[in-house]
């Protein structure tokens, strides 16, 4: 079956505006944790589950945190190259297929790389925290997960 006039019109439309909302939502995300403006953006994203750590453990988190910020700086940085070079290739008069799928794959790559230093930080802190404290992890706190959103 072969989708023709208005409908097709329609379904494209549709399809780009949905690529884009996509693409914006993507793009909105990841920008939020880059740039000389957010030095602590690390520090922002975890701090989503580091409430669930007993008050020691994010201590030496925040330690370990401030110790890798040169790294998660460089990585944020790479990954904003690495979507510049992506959204090129989408503006491209010509698409290359290959060559966007290729680049989509480095911003997947680089979005792994940022968390890798971050998980490399959490894991540190928790091995140089006490068993005690370590028992202590994924216990609901005093005020719930909401007192930590941001308004």
């Known amino acids: 079956m072969t989708i023709r006039g208005n409908w097709a019109i329609t379904l494209l439309i549709l399809f780009g505006i949905s690529l884009s909302l996509n693409l914006f939502v993507a793009g909105f995300a990841a920008s939020r944790f880059h740039g000389p403006e957010r030095s602590g953006a690390i520090h922002h994203m975890l701090g989503a589950f580091a409430h669930r750590f007993p008050h020691e453990i994010r201590e030496i988190l925040h330690g370990e945190l401030d110790e890798v910020r040169p790294d998660m700086d460089r990585e944020f940085l790479e990954l904003r190259d690495a979507r510049q070079q992506m959204f090129s290739l989408m503006r491209q008069e010509n698409l290359d297929k290959a060559a966007l799928e290729q680049s989509m794959a480095d911003v997947r790559q680089q979005l792994n790389d940022v968390q890798a230093v971050g998980q ?3 894991l540190r802190a928790i091995e140089a925290s006490d068993a005690d404290s370590r028992a202590e992890i994924g216990e609901a706190r005093r005020g ?4 930590h959103r941001r308004h």
């Open 144 to 147: 719930g997960w909401w007192r």
């Open 120 to 122: 490399a930080a959490v």
